[in-house]
C-alpha cells in the first residue's frame, strides 16, 4: 500500500552554512565595525549578539535572507525576547523542529475532515499517511500544503 510521511525537519549542515555566511557578513559590514554583533550556534538554538536592539533585528534579517537562500522555510525560527545586559543585547532564537502532539492530532484531524480515502497515524514526531492509491496521497499533500499551519512540513519517504 502507497504511503509517505510528514515530518519537521531542519538540515542541521544548511542552518550551520547559513550561520557561517551570516556571521562572515556580519564581520565584514562596515555599520557592524566595533560592535559585538554575531551569531553563535549550539546545536537547535541559535544566540543573536549586537550593540542595540537595532542591530540584533539587522543580524536577523541577514540570517534570515541566508537560510532562504539556502533552502531552509524561516517559519521554523522561533524568536525568544531581547535580554539586555553588560553593554550588549542578546536573543535567542530556538529551531522547532518534529511535528508535536497537538499539531498532530490537527493535522490527523483534517485530513479525516477531508474525506479523503487515506488513513494517517502518529509514529513518534511524524505522521504516516497510507491510501490504496497513489492520486489519494498527491490529494492529501495538496491539502496539507494549502492548510495554515504553524510549522513548516515536508513530505519524504514516499513509497508505492
Same mark, same amino acid.
Given at each position: 500500500?502507497?504511503?509517505? %510521511?510528514? #515530518?519537521?525537519?531542519?538540515?542541521?549542515? /544548511?542552518?550551520?552554512?547559513?550561520? %557561517?555566511?551570516? $556571521?562572515? /557578513? !556580519?564581520?565584514?559590514?562596515?555599520?557592524f565595525?566595533?560592535?559585538?554583533?554575531? !551569531?553563535?550556534?549550539? &546545536?537547535? &538554538?541559535?544566540?543573536?549578539?549586537?550593540?542595540? /536592539?537595532?542591530? #540584533?533585528?539587522? !543580524?536577523? %534579517?541577514i540570517?534570515?535572507?541566508?537560510?532562504?537562500?539556502?533552502? *531552509?522555510? !524561516?517559519?521554523?525560527?522561533?524568536?525568544?525576547?531581547?535580554? &539586555?545586559?553588560?553593554? =550588549?543585547?542578546?536573543? #535567542?532564537?530556538?529551531?522547532?523542529?518534529? *511535528?508535536?502532539?497537538?499539531?498532530?492530532? $490537527?493535522?490527523?484531524?483534517?485530513? =479525516?475532515?477531508?474525506?479523503l480515502? #487515506?488513513?494517517?497515524? *502518529?509514529?513518534?514526531?511524524? *505522521?504516516?499517511?497510507?491510501? $490504496?492509491?497513489?492520486?489519494?496521497?498527491?490529494?492529501?499533500?495538496?491539502? @496539507?500544503?494549502?492548510?495554515?499551519? /504553524?510549522?513548516? @512540513?515536508?513530505?519524504?519517504?514516499?513509497? %508505492?
Open positions: 500500500m502507497p504511503s509517505f %510521511d510528514v #515530518v519537521s525537519e531542519v538540515d542541521m549542515q /544548511e542552518l550551520r552554512n547559513a550561520v %557561517d555566511q551570516t $556571521k562572515r /557578513e !556580519v564581520e565584514n559590514r562596515y555599520d565595525k566595533g560592535s559585538p554583533a554575531d !551569531v553563535e550556534q549550539s &546545536e537547535a &538554538e541559535l544566540t543573536l549578539f549586537g550593540a542595540s /536592539e537595532f542591530q #540584533v533585528d539587522q !543580524v536577523m %534579517d540570517l534570515t535572507q541566508k537560510l532562504a537562500k539556502r533552502g *531552509i522555510d !524561516v517559519g521554523c525560527l522561533e524568536s525568544g525576547k531581547l535580554d &539586555e545586559g553588560g553593554g =550588549k543585547v542578546r536573543r #535567542v532564537v530556538t529551531i522547532r523542529q518534529g *511535528i508535536d502532539q497537538d499539531l498532530a492530532r $490537527k493535522i490527523i484531524r483534517l485530513i =479525516k475532515d477531508s474525506k480515502k #487515506v488513513q494517517a497515524s *502518529i509514529q513518534g514526531e511524524k *505522521i504516516r499517511v497510507t491510501g $490504496k492509491k497513489r492520486d489519494d496521497l498527491q490529494d492529501a499533500i495538496a491539502l @496539507l500544503r494549502k492548510a495554515e499551519l /504553524e510549522l513548516p @512540513l515536508q513530505y519524504d519517504n514516499f513509497r %508505492d
